[in-house]
């Protein structure tokens, strides 16, 4: 536990020195960086959930925002809904599929090996792709609004104000997880039946309940950042894969079961980021940041526990 | 498993129906059939290299990077170095092999989703230097190959497939009956015991990794020289992950014989399917993985061995 607190304060002092380093050197880097620390923070949180508090592993994470995305974008199109309205019907939905698919596929893997579980998720990530790819084709679809280009400047530093609408996100996800695990029943429950389910079992609670409540509650709020994320980017079948690795490694990275680390993951990680984009010539290799990161941290993960 | 279908009778003359159905195909078919059949011997070797790393119980999403990587290292070595096209798809099972033995010595230690995780990380990777090493790669427009094996001639280069798979397959019969087999078996099942009776693991698993990315890499050698140019998006296509790994889990995993009956159904079906459904025809891929997965654990081999089985007994 104390270890746990000691890298927490190691990274979050990290990622501030990094901060104010930016701040002072190009602060638009700052401010981008910030950005996409919580697109990945918003989607990075459910998992964290999933994988972090129950110990289920989903590669179709990414996949079901892409889904949520496409749910939302229908709607939008369908109803002339505002995406960010759009949000709530979307996250209904998703909570509905993420039930559908859990009783039907990812429940039967729990006592199985690991291995199974993997190879089942990569065939819901492939067939929500692909079904997607048959109904909407592989075009790129986007919506407009107006208010997603408002900027502001402040000095010389002139900026997108709406992208700030993700790390608003992320936090409130964040507080929701917290407010929910520490608070409420169903919450304290899961946590108990990730670290033991048969002990869990014993002392009374439902753990198949538990199981299914914490992905739909988790496959919701993906529901939700679908939404917001087709306001700023546009969406295509394989827009989610990219996302079920990112998520993965911040999970990883934070520390299975530590949800506000991740936050502070997806800050090193934005940051690093918009710092090789703003290198000439350096967005090609901007991916690099993300899979040398993956690598680094699995290694020194796995060689820390073998110690 | 294997000992069923050692014994039984009816196994080799179903594949002996099947050897020579393959091997007069070209005569009887048109280009078009051909190259069918060099796209479903590609993905079969695919999915033996891959069944022959799972054995170990290690599950490898780094498929379409070795393919890449081989892909590339052949037509890179034959338009620089001026390779003769199969001495280039020897180069790339090296050059494949290599990088597979270097970052294996690190990797090899990871277990579960930290491994599969980690070796779709380095397919990313390889595909990013492909993609942005324009000098040499040529970057997203990729290479053109100066001279094709058999100047592309169809039914040659379908033979060069056939007799390639074939060596696949004895040497993924040979990793069973030998030394090799009993040690991975023994990783996957209880890895602590494989440890204490003194075997060693690590040995086993890089060999295992080495020799199925070689075989990943002279895959890509094979197809790049099938098809006469290469691009990151195309060499690297994670199709050459997903679709291997459906193919083996339905015709059944841990065997040599499940990957190949895999690879001929689906291979067929989804040829098929891709002419009436352009889009999305791959969704049924998805389905068979999770179907396989949830009701039929060991496959259609598996299954038939089953089968088998009881009908003897009855007798």
């Known amino acids: ?48 959930l999933v994988l972090g508090i129950v110990h289920i592993v989903n590669l179709a994470h990414g996949e079901m925002m892409m889904v949520a995305a496409y749910l939302s974008y229908f709607i939008c199109t369908t109803f002339g809904l505002d995406p960010l309205v759009a949000a709530i019907p979307t996250g209904i939905i998703m909570f509905f599929l993420g039930l559908i698919v859990f009783k039907t596929s990812i429940a039967h893997t729990l006592e199985a090996p690991e291995l199974n579980q993997l190879i089942l998720t990569f065939g819901v990530a492939m067939v929500l792709s692909q079904t997607v790819n048959l109904i909407a084709t592989s075009q790129p679809r986007k919506i407009s609004l107006d208010y997603v280009s408002a900027s502001a400047t402040i000095g010389e530093v002139s900026f997108g104000i709406y992208d700030f609408i993700f790390p608003a996100l992320a936090a409130v996800f964040l507080a929701v997880l917290i407010y929910f695990l520490k608070k409420t029943r169903i919450g ?35 529901g939700v950042f679908g939404s917001f994320f087709i306001t700023k980017f546009s969406i295509f079948p394989a827009v989610g894969g990219t996302f079920t690795m990112k998520s993965f490694a911040l999970v990883a990275m934070a520390g299975i079961g530590n949800l506000p680390m991740v936050i502070g993951a997806s800050l090193v990680l934005g940051l690093a980021e918009s710092l090789v984009m703003s290198v000439p010539h350096g967005a090609g290799w901007t991916p690099m940041i993300f899979f040398g990161l993956i690598i680094i941290v699995i290694l020194s993960r796995s060689f820390r526990s073998k110690q | 498993m294997s000992s069923t279908v050692q014994k039984n009778k009816t196994w080799p003359v179903i594949f002996g129906i099947v050897g020579v159905i393959v091997i007069i195909l070209p ?131 379908y033979a060069m497939m056939v007799v390639f798979a074939l060596v696949i397959i004895a040497l993924s019969e040979y990793f069973k009956r030998s030394k090799i087999h009993y040690a991975l078996t023994a990783i996957r099942d209880n890895e602590i015991v494989a440890k204490s009776s003194g075997i060693n693991i690590y040995k086993y698993l890089l060999i295992a990794f080495t020799v199925t990315a070689a075989i990943q890499g002279a ?52 040829e098929f399917l891709k002419l009436y459904i352009p889009y999305g025809h791959l969704v049924v891929y998805g389905i068979i993985i999770i179907l396989v997965l949830l009701f039929m654990p060991q496959g259609i081999v598996g299954m038939a061995g089953k089968l088998l089985k009881k009908g003897e007994s009855h007798e």
Do not use: C
Request: proline share 4%; net charge positive.
């Open chain 2, 219 to 270: 895959a890509g050698a094979g197809f790049a020289q099938l098809y006469g140019f290469v691009t990151p998006e195309s060499s690297f296509n994670a199709n050459y992950t997903l679709i291997p790994l459906a193919m083996a889990l339905l015709g059944g995993m841990y065997s040599t014989w499940g990957p190949v009956i895999g690879a001929v159904l689906l291979g067929v079906l989804g």
């Open chain 1, 1 to 48: 536990m104390n270890k746990k607190k000691i890298y927490t304060i190691a990274g979050i002092s990290a990622a501030l020195v990094l901060s104010v380093i930016l701040l002072i050197i190009k602060p638009t880097i700052l401010v981008y960086g910030i950005q996409r620390a919580g697109i990945y923070a918003a989607i990075a949180l459910p998992m964290a």
């Open chain 2, 27 to 157: 005569f009887f078919t048109g280009p078009y059939v051909q190259s069918i059949g060099r796209t479903v011997i590609t993905y079969m070797i695919l999915a033996i290299s891959w069944d022959m790393l799972i054995r170990s119980g290690q599950l490898s999403f780094g498929l379409a990077g070795f393919f890449g990587l081989g892909s590339y290292a052949a037509v890179l070595s034959a338009v620089n170095l001026h390779f003769n096209p199969f001495v280039s798809i020897l180069f790339a099972a090296v050059v494949a092999g290599l990088m597979a033995f270097l970052v294996g010595a690190v990797v090899l230690r990871l277990r579960g989703m930290y491994f599969a995780i980690t070796t779709l990380a380095l397919g990313e990777i390889f595909r990013i230097i492909i993609h942005n090493w324009t000098s040499v790669t040529g970057g997203p427009n990729g290479k053109l190959l100066p001279k094709l094996a058999f100047d592309g001639a169809s039914i040659p280069t």
């Open chain 1, 188 to 222: 304290k429950a899961a946590s108990a039946v990730g670290q033991n389910p048969r002990g869990a079992r014993i002392v009374g609670i439902n753990v198949d309940l538990t199981y299914t409540i914490i992905f739909s509650l988790a496959s919701m709020i993906i």
